[in-house]
């Protein structure tokens, strides 16, 4: 209906609407509402109609029932002409009807009528809508209900057996805590005493070797020595048939088994004489030659116990710093499983890390240093070392709540979702490249897994490396203090300027005590090393002590012989030259019989002294053999206990460390089973609950509970809330389907009063018509009586 509006001239600018106002007086009413206007308004472009009453906007439905309630129309009984009333005379009693009703004014009664049947075929829709969902949730309801009671009982089941359950844990937790930790005590022990036992067994394996090398060369020295010992006897016993052919005749003279003069029984005493005296003069000499033997021996025993007993201190220092080491391992280890350097939040997280599928693990774990940028890495990350590294802040929003439920401390998080890099722009790495005593970026001197460069860029990304404390401050003075550098020896220069450094005291960190442990570990293994080599260098100390011992003891013996023979030679003699007088002048006298013999006996006394020696020497190297090989079967022996102490050590410890293991994975599963079942640590359950009934009674009500919520079967917790959420939904379904019930009563009461309404109404216009009607008919037409008749089953 654009057309009706103004489209403008050339004078005129055109309009966007066009307007129908209408002014109605009602002189019914003497109040300001006497007057009153309607309005209908077209705008251009949207063809819909605005109505307007007194110029506030309404509904047309508004001011078609105004309409109808003033009884205005296209036809009124006002006038009625001949062509209407031929009209109403040749309608259908249809249209008649729909003449009446006009001049009734029952059409608002209708239209209201055809409104509430609209709105009872509505509610009779809403209604049954309602019933099939009513129907549906009535099945879930009984459904939610019986997994309501379900879950009840096992909230209700799960309450009693938390009360109990968790003390038994703890109670439970602390006896496989306290046998854990004799077991533990015991594998210390043990730890400890095996390697004594294989460095014992070692030490004593290599002087078994080093024993038995000696031993054959001793039995070859021995045997090469009998071979001269039996060369150097063949030519005594030569010697010696020479001297007895020599000096038969002398013993014959001097025993007067043949008669001869004076003089000749002289000389056969000088013989004699001169005999006795060399062999005199031997016993002299071989006396001196052992008295110095014996002072050189002594002087090597003096030396060998000094070196023996050099050797036994330092055995005894290195024993001393090996228990140290191993003293000091073993505390550094207990310190690492208990994480004791750690804060008291950052322990519980990880040892409940499981609880968290986002935890990725400490900063000291993530990110290696190498041995040589320690201080330096150290320095620059700092307390950064102990915090946890997470995938996303709701990770470790989760665990902060953990962390507050269980009043188990704080802890700081890293999410990695959450970082970006700090880096360094390239143009100033070039010319720090050029900066005396710079190093590298600190992110550079570390490493780790691909996933975590987020990580040390983030951490270290910035963070400069220099030499030394003066390198630095040159370097810091470069850039103008923009950003941190730290010192091999863990100095650090601020970007506030801030300065600090001295003598670094190493904080604890799991990468700290690993490398204390390394470190002590390395130098228990050169303890080993040096206390076998100074066992076995005792040793030979402690075999040449006893060869020269026994070569003194042996010396000691051969003076006493030879000072026996010494005497006895001197006292026979004196017992020649005083049974004989005048033996003394003639002694001097020689002949070529004596000289014969006296080169006999020498050569014979010098044999034999060789003989001697080397008899003496084999003496010496049968009794070090005879040692070796006692030494030797005594350290076979005690090696083989000492085996036998070691595979019982290690059978011990294989076992011990099985009750370790079983204690642990105990511990482990009551400690997971308080965390997962009941969101509890260990410490906080401990606080909390305490049983207070015998463990094989609480053992006996958590079995039979636990039986009693298996037998539930599967529980659906949510189904308390489902069956409340349900049951309220239902409520209200069946509230509005009362509702409705109630509004299909109101709705057909309203109809049935309309029909009165309608029925009344145009039974009063029929009668009044019908009155009226038969005058015009008989005035007009000279016809018979005509009048309307209603009926109400045709009509409605």
């Known amino acids: 209906m654009d057309d009706v509006i103004f489209a403008g001239s050339k004078t005129v600018m055109p309009v966007n609407k066009a307007m129908v106002k209408l002014t109605f007086l009602d002189e019914t009413r003497e109040d300001s509402a006497q007057i009153f206007t309607i309005s209908r308004v077209i705008k251009r472009g949207q063809g819909t109609n605005e109505y307007f009453y007194n110029d506030q906007l309404v509904r047309y439905k508004d001011i078609r029932n105004l309409a109808i309630q003033a009884g205005i129309s296209k036809s009124s009984l006002a006038i009625i002409s001949q062509g209407t009333i031929s009209e109403i005379a040749e309608s259908s009693p249809e249209q008649r009807k729909q003449v009446i009703e006009e001049v009734a004014g029952t059409a608002k009664y209708k239209i209201d009528k055809t409104e509430a049947l609209t709105k009872l075929d509505q509610t009779l829709i809403a209604i049954e809508k309602i019933e099939i969902r009513t129907k549906e949730l009535e099945k879930q309801v009984k459904q939610l209900e019986k997994q309501a009671e379900n879950a009840k009982i096992y909230l209700e089941k799960s309450k009693q057996l938390e009360s109990v359950e968790v003390g038994l844990i703890v109670s439970d937790i602390k006896k496989y805590q306290t046998e854990l930790d004799q077991v533990q005590e015991k594998l210390n022990d043990l730890k400890f005493q095996e390697p004594k036992f294989i460095s014992e067994i070692e030490a004593n394996e290599k002087i078994i070797i080093t024993n038995t090398q000696k031993r054959s060369e001793i039995e070859a020295e021995i045997n090469t020595k009998n071979r001269e010992i039996h060369r150097l006897k063949e030519q005594i016993n030569t010697l010696n048939l020479a001297y007895a052919k020599a000096t038969q005749l002398q013993e014959m003279i001097l025993s007067s088994e043949i008669s001869v003069n004076f003089e000749q029984k002289m000389a056969a005493l000088r013989q004699k004489y ?46 001393s710093e090996k228990i140290i080491s191993q003293t000091r391992i073993s505390e550094l280890k207990k310190s690492l499983e208990s994480m004791s350097f750690l804060p008291k939040g950052t322990k519980i997280i990880i040892e409940n890390s499981f609880l968290f599928p986002g935890y990725c693990g400490l900063v000291s774990d993530l990110i290696k240093i190498f041995p040589k940028y320690t201080g330096a890495i150290e320095a620059a990350l700092g307390p950064t070392l102990k915090q946890i590294v997470v995938d996303q802040p709701e990770t470790a929003v989760s665990a902060i709540n953990f962390l507050k439920k269980n009043y188990a401390g704080s802890a ?32 550079n001197l570390v490493d780790f897994e691909k996933k975590y460069k987020i990580l040390a860029d983030f951490l270290l990304g910035g963070i400069i490396v220099a ?56 130098n228990l293994n050169f303890f080993e090393e040096k206390i076998q080599e100074f066992k076995v260098k005792s040793n030979e100390f402690e075999q040449l002590i006893t060869r020269e011992s026994v070569f003194l003891q042996q010396i000691n013996i051969n003076l006493n012989d030879l000072e026996q023979k010494f005497s006895n030679s001197e006292n026979e003699l004196i017992e020649i030259k005083a049974q004989n007088e005048g033996l003394e002048e003639s002694l001097n006298q020689k002949d070529d019989l004596n000289l014969s013999l006296n080169r006999t006996l020498k050569e014979k006394i010098e044999l034999e002294n060789v003989v001697l020696e080397l008899e003496n020497q084999c003496k010496i190297l049968k009794t070090e ?53 009941y969101s509890l640590t260990f410490e906080s359950a401990a606080q909390k609950y305490e049983l207070e009934i015998q463990e094989k009674d609480a053992r006996e009500f958590v079995n039979s509970l636990n039986l009693e919520i298996k037998a539930l079967g599967n529980v659906n917790l949510d189904a308390i809330n489902d069956f409340e959420i349900t049951s309220q939904r239902l409520e209200k379904l069946k509230k509005s389907q009362n509702e409705l019930e109630t509004a299909r009563s109101k709705i057909l009461e309203v109809i049935s009063d309309l029909d009165k309404i309608i029925i009344g109404k145009t039974q009063e216009i029929v009668d009044l018509v019908n009155s009226e009607f038969n005058l015009v008919f008989q005035n007009m037409f000279g016809g018979e009586v005509q009048k309307f008749i209603l009926v109400i089953k045709t009509i409605f």
């Open 274 to 319: 001169s005999l006795i005296s060399a062999q005199k003069d031997n016993f002299a000499k071989l006396i001196s030659q052992n008295k110095l033997k014996k002072l050189e021996i002594e002087e090597k025993l003096n030396t060998f116990r000094t070196q023996k007993g050099e050797i036994e201190r330092n055995l005894y220092s290195l024993n």
């Open 412 to 443: 700081t998080f890293i999410p990695l979702s959450t970082l970006k890099p700090r880096f360094i722009p390239d143009l100033y790495l070039e010319h720090l490249n050029s900066q005396k005593g710079f190093i590298n970026l600190a992110s």
């Open 467 to 522: 030499d030394t404390i003066d390198s630095a401050n040159q370097i810091a003075n470069f850039l103008n203090h923009k950003n941190m550098i730290v010192t091999l020896d863990g100095d650090v220069i601020r970007t506030s300027g801030i300065i600090s450094g001295g003598h670094k005291i190493k904080n604890d960190s799991s990468f700290s005590i690993q490398y204390k442990i390394d470190e002590l570990t390395n």
């Open 625 to 677: 053999k005879k040692q070796l090989d006692n030494q030797i079967s005594e350290l076979t022996v005690l090696v083989q206990e000492l085996n036998q102490k070691q595979r019982k050590i290690n059978a011990d410890l294989n076992q011990n460390q099985n009750y370790k293991d079983k204690y642990e994975f105990l511990i482990t599963n009551l400690r997971n089973n308080l965390s997962q079942k």
